[in-house]
Structures are given as structure tokens and as C-alpha cells.
């Protein structure tokens, strides 16, 4: 079967770094995408991995370990504006995006 | 570039009623994915539409459907509403069919309550 598990809410200090793991389990991988979303608001893309290893995309950076089903989205200098749900998603064989519930992420002063 | 648009955004329809919600993709991008987000679970994923044609379909029940047009604006619609069917429904477009590397970008969603 698939399935795709990632802590439902953190909290952290302005100014800190974070790391948001997930882990998924399916038979078919075709990448792994993070998504930001604001309450109320669309999701929008952060970062897309397909093999292993980071991507740095400024104060953002996403890993990939396909082996072990696992990736990790990592927030530095964190922002009072971060505060968000991250959504990660892997697509499956059939390149259809199955969806994490998402972490909610609180930043405090 | 304007982003994805979706009309309406809000709207409060009775059980048994049907509704019909409507999605513009980016301009210049051919597939438009349907996704259902309701509190507490991921997104769920109603079905893909690339050039008119239905490419995916999730696993919802057949009250759910859609359809997308020659200028590649999308259609969702949902038949006999029930309560359970009030969430945020959300469309996004991408350039080509989904594939390795195809990125959605997403509207604002349309917020349906069923009462």
C-alpha cells in the first residue's frame, strides 16, 4: 500500500532553524514535493526532489533519501511569516501526488 | 502572469442540492488537477483533466465529476451534496500532464458548506 506520515504540528523561535520530517511508503516513486501553506490561503511550492540529497533554495532546503522513505524540509532564520502548514507529497507510479496531512508550524517571538 | 482562478469562493448550498465549481489554469498550462482538503486529513484527490481529456481519477464516488474545456478552464461538479461533501476544494494547473518534475501551481480554492 502507500502512505505518507508527517508530525502534525511544531512550534519554534523566531530566529531558529527547523526541520519537518516526512516519511512515506509506496511501491512506485516519482519525486517529492513540499508545498507552504497559509490559513485560509493556497498551497504554494516550495521544492520538488527526485534524487537523493539536498536541495538549497535560499533560506529553505529539502532531503531526500529515497531508500529509506524518508525527506525533510529545513527552515533557517526562521520569519514570524513562516508560520504555516507544510504539505509534502510524493507522486506515485501513476504520477498522481498523494498528500501528507501536513505540519502545522508555529513560530513565537 | 496571472495565477489560477476559481469561482466562487464561498458557498453554502443545501443537502441534496448539486453545485458546480469553476477553475481557470495559468495561462499556457494544459492540466488541471482537483483535490478535496478537509481539516486534519491531506489533500484527496478527485481527478486530472490534460486537453479536454480525463487523465486520473481519484477515489470518490461518482457524484463527484468534472470536465474541461477547449481553453483548458475546468468544471468540477458534485451531485446530491452531502453534508460530508463541505470542504475546501482546491484546482491546480501545470504546464503539461503530470509527470516526473511537472510542478501545480494552485488557486485560492473554493470553501463549499453543506447544510
Known amino acids: 500500500g502507500q502512505n505518507i506520515d508527517q508530525p502534525t504540528e511544531m512550534t519554534a523561535t523566531e530566529g531558529a532553524i527547523v526541520q519537518i520530517n516526512c516519511t512515506y511508503q509506496?511501491?512506485?516513486?516519482?519525486?517529492l514535493f513540499w508545498y507552504q501553506q497559509h490559513a485560509g490561503e493556497a498551497p504554494t511550492f516550495l521544492s520538488y526532489n527526485v534524487l537523493d540529497g539536498l536541495e538549497e533554495k535560499g533560506r529553505f532546503s529539502s532531503f531526500l533519501s529515497r531508500s529509506k522513505g524518508y525527506s525533510y524540509l529545513l527552515l533557517k532564520e526562521l520569519q514570524m511569516k513562516d508560520s504555516a502548514s507544510y504539505l509534502c507529497a510524493f507522486m506515485d507510479s501513476n504520477y498522481q501526488l498523494i498528500w501528507g496531512a501536513g505540519t502545522k508550524l508555529i513560530i513565537k517571538p | 502572469k496571472a495565477g489560477v482562478t476559481q469561482t466562487p469562493r464561498y458557498l453554502i448550498k443545501t443537502r441534496g442540492q448539486q453545485v458546480t465549481l469553476s477553475c481557470s489554469p495559468i495561462?499556457?498550462?494544459?492540466?488541471v488537477s482537483w483535490y478535496q482538503q478537509t481539516p486534519g486529513q491531506g489533500l484527496q484527490f478527485l481527478f486530472e483533466y490534460f486537453s479536454e481529456t480525463q487523465r486520473n481519477k481519484g477515489n470518490f464516488p461518482g457524484r463527484f465529476s468534472g470536465r474541461q474545456f477547449s481553453n483548458s478552464r475546468s468544471e468540477m461538479n458534485v451531485s446530491t451534496l452531502e453534508l460530508g461533501d463541505s470542504a475546501l476544494y482546491l484546482c491546480?494547473?501545470?504546464?503539461?500532464?503530470?509527470?516526473?518534475?511537472?510542478?501545480?501551481?494552485f488557486g485560492p480554492g473554493t470553501r463549499l458548506l453543506v447544510l
Open positions: 491546480a494547473s501545470s504546464l503539461g500532464a503530470s509527470g516526473v518534475g511537472e510542478t501545480q501551481y
Open positions: 495561462s499556457g498550462h494544459r492540466s
Open positions: 509506496t511501491s512506485g516513486f516519482n519525486g
